[in-house]
């Protein structure tokens, strides 16, 4: 069983910065892939981007490359996600969540066990 707790959310100008952080508890943590997602309003969920559970692969959504990054901590049980250059378009509840298979990182939601609680995102124009 993995527990997490996403941080680090907020309001931010457009070209600004935020990073995300996803708490997690559990002794699994360090065996499994971990995703971001993110949910705006009236959309489905989408994934943003993905890390392996050794943090030696990493994936993302086009309009996350070059602007966003992923990394981990398995000594910390974190997972991070460093947002730059945010636009309007990337505000959204965002998700952080844990796969407990020892895969690559899946662009599929439902091929996560894990999930967090969510926080929120907002890019002002």
Same mark, same amino acid.
């Given at each position: 069983?993995?527990?997490?707790? +996403?941080?680090?959310g %907020?309001?931010?100008? $457009? !070209?600004?910065?935020? #990073?995300?952080?996803?708490? /997690?508890? =559990? @002794? ?17 969920? +989408?994934?943003?981007? %993905?890390?392996?559970? $050794? !943090?030696?692969?990493? #994936?993302y959504?086009?309009? /996350?490359? =070059? @602007? ?12 991070y ?45």
């Open positions: 069983q993995v527990q997490l707790v +996403e941080s680090g %907020g309001l931010v100008q $457009t !070209g600004g910065s935020l #990073r995300l952080s996803c708490a /997690a508890s =559990g @002794r699994t943590f360090r065996s499994c892939a971990m995703g971001w997602f993110r949910q705006a309003p009236g959309k489905e969920r +989408e994934f943003v981007a %993905g890390i392996s559970w $050794t !943090g030696t692969i990493s #994936r959504e086009d309009s /996350a490359k =070059g @602007r966003f990054t992923i990394s981990r901590d398995n000594a910390k049980n974190t997972v996600l460093r947002m730059n250059n945010l636009k309007p378009e990337d505000t959204a509840i965002y998700y952080c969540a844990a796969d407990r298979n020892l895969l690559p990182p899946t662009s599929s939601p439902l091929e996560y066990d894990y999930w967090g609680q969510g926080t929120q995102v907002t890019v002002s124009s």
